[in-house]
């Protein structure tokens, strides 16, 4: 009588039940550690399966439409992100990622909204008020642009990314003096960009008067 082995069999029934035994936290946090090693096919396997094991589980669906996005499925990218706001109305991450794809989408309304939610649940939140601010920018909104970066200013005075915007947007509503202070600010605190502007629009502004 020929007798089995039967400890792979063991290893594969045991290792078969530890995977149904995990959970939509544990199965997304797996996709994550793929996602930060940049093994992508992966981690989004590792989404899927927490979506199968639970379809509520918002952050799975996020983390899924991230993916999406930087390999620029942006109809599938925003289908996830709907739905993990749907899933979670506070999901300010989410929300923030929706706004971007609706702004890359030329969606600057809809970008406008999402980026205002986004500030809703986090008034201090920098990078929103600098997105909102480069929508209303597409959209003419000057002044209510300008607002936005004045506030990202009132939260840290030494934000370059809001005294270059702001000194863009000054310019571009005819407060050209304003508008190079502020760029003169964003460049003496390291953005050289700025220098470029200043000396195709400040001082031919200047010789022009």
């Known amino acids: ?55 509520t589980y918002s952050k799975a669906y996020f983390l899924r439409g991230s993916i999406k996005e930087n390999f620029d499925d942006r109809h599938g990218a925003m289908q996830d992100f709907n739905k993990a706001v749907e899933l979670n109305k506070n999901y300010s991450e ?63 005075t030494k934000n370059i990314d809001a005294y270059f915007l702001r000194g863009i947007l000054r310019i571009e509503y005819g407060h050209i003096e304003a508008g190079c202070l502020d760029l003169s600010k964003a460049g003496e605190l390291g953005d050289s960009k700025a220098y470029e502007i200043i000396r195709e629009r400040c001082n031919q502004s200047y010789l022009k008067n």
């Open 94 to 156: 989410a929300y923030f990622a929706r706004g971007n794809v609706k702004f890359i989408l030329q969606d600057y309304y809809g970008a406008i909204d999402d980026f205002s939610k986004v500030i809703e649940l986090d008034d201090s939140n920098v990078k929103a008020y600098l997105k909102r601010g480069e929508a209303k920018q597409r959209l003419e909104a000057y002044e209510d642009a300008i607002n936005d970066c004045t506030r990202i200013i009132e939260i840290n």
């Open 1 to 55: 009588m020929v007798r089995r082995n039967l400890l792979p069999t063991f290893i594969l029934f045991f290792a078969c039940n530890m995977l149904l035994a995990q959970t939509a936290k544990e199965f997304t946090q797996t996709g994550m550690s793929f996602y930060e090693k940049k093994q992508y096919l992966e981690a989004i396997l590792h989404f899927n399966k927490a979506i199968e094991k639970d379809n």
